[in-house]
């Protein structure tokens, strides 16, 4: 026998020895879904006289599913639940259209309506400070950088603050540059 031979044996043992568990895992994995087919089989044929009993029982066609179909749409303890599947899919178009609102409801003004942003013609509801999203945002980058204009005051009336136009590239920054030289 070569020392060849001897190796490749050694190394096949060596090989069939730490597959064994793995075999024996596939194999009960096999023989478990050959009785998950069978369940399903059965829950297929029972599933007519399901819908045509429950009824009887109190159960509605639509509360019969599978227990994972209910795990997936189970909430988490404290949510309420779901309101019903009409609202749920005018509020899925709604979302498909313009996509998921965030954060809190526009302020409502003494009138019932909604404030508008303090940046003269902006026209949407103001949410923070008195400004829209996009304008809070823009005041926080300028409150960051010390560029805030005067005129950009906290909660200033709708539609009384003039909007400012910010440089970009090279200019920026050499207005942070700028900035930062004056503040220091």
């Given amino acids: 026998m070569s020392v060849d031979k001897a190796f490749r044996d050694m190394v096949r043992n060596e090989i069939e020895i730490q597959l064994k568990p793995l075999r024996d895992l596939v194999s009960r994995l096999e023989a478990g879904t050959s009785d998950l087919d069978s369940l399903r089989s059965v829950a297929e044929q029972l599933a007519p006289l399901a819908s045509a009993v429950g009824p009887l029982f109190g159960v509605s066609g639509g509360a ?9 749409t189970r909430r988490s303890p404290g949510r309420p639940p ?14 498909s259209a313009g996509g998921k609102r965030r954060g809190r409801k526009p302020a409502a003004s003494t009138e019932g309506g909604a404030r508008d942003c303090a ?8 949410r923070t400070k008195g400004y829209c999203a996009a304008h809070y945002q823009k005041l926080r980058m300028l ?14 009336e709708p539609n009384s603050v003039e909007d400012i136009k910010l440089p970009r590239g090279r200019a920026a920054a ?3 540059a700028e900035a930062q030289k004056n503040a220091g």
């Fill in 143 to 156: 409150e960051k950088t010390n560029r805030r204009p005067g005129e950009w005051k906290d909660y200033a």
């Fill in 174 to 176: 050499k207005a942070l």
């Fill in 119 to 126: 940046i003269i013609g902006c026209g949407k509801p103001s």
């Fill in 64 to 72: 019969q599913r599978s227990s994972a179909a209910a795990a997936a």
């Fill in 82 to 95: 779901r309101a019903s599947s009409a609202a749920a899919s005018s509020s899925s178009s709604s979302a």
